[in-house]
């Protein structure tokens, strides 16, 4: 069974009540139970985390290179100034999808730049929770057509 680890950085806990015109009303609570749900129906097992912290959050990453077969990361704020998530992200080598609720494309300038976006596999914005659940399918496609791959290989 494939392993994927969810990060959520900073803010992201006060999901619900947060200008909920720009990231909608549901809690990050309720998110997780919706990743939970497809990752049973898809068969790969999460482990969620949520951390307002940029060196927790890189630990977090580092650790999952020992078990994990994959990353869903919403940086949030961090996707516009953390060098260390993006050496983090590197540095284990794992596929990683970087995820955000709002189209950072479509706010203001400081907004539009991902230091994260360049060492992912892909980037999903602007699709409010459904775009962890897209990330889960993109993960799941991936590894599939990885182990399609290698049995041709041997």
């Given at each position: 069974m494939k392993k994927i680890l969810v990060i959520n950085g900073p803010n992201l806990n006060?999901?619900?009540g947060r200008e909920p015109k720009i990231y909608g009303k549901t809690s990050l609570d309720e998110i997780n139970q919706?990743?939970?749900?497809?990752?049973?129906?898809?068969g790969c097992e999460v482990k969620i985390k949520q951390s307002n912290y940029e060196g927790e959050i890189v630990s977090l990453i580092g650790e999952a290179k020992?078990?994990?077969?994959?990353?869903?990361?919403?940086?949030?704020a961090y996707t516009h100034t953390s060098i260390a998530i993006r050496d983090a992200i590197?540095?284990?080598?794992?596929?990683?999808?970087?995820?955000?609720?709002?189209?950072?494309?479509?706010?203001?300038?400081?907004?539009?730049?991902?230091?994260?976006?360049?060492?992912?596999?892909?980037?999903?914005?602007g699709f409010g929770p459904q775009g962890y659940l897209l990330a889960l399918d993109a993960l799941m496609s991936i590894f599939?057509?990885?182990e399609k791959?290698?049995?041709?290989?041997n």
């Open positions: 006060l999901l619900g919706m990743i939970e749900e497809r990752a049973k129906k898809i020992s078990w994990a077969n994959g990353i869903i990361i919403n940086p949030a590197t540095s284990v080598n794992l596929p990683t999808v970087e995820v955000h609720l709002s189209n950072i494309y479509k706010r203001e300038k400081f907004r539009q730049t991902s230091f994260i976006a360049g060492v992912c596999v892909g980037q999903i914005t599939e057509k990885e791959n290698e049995a041709k290989r």
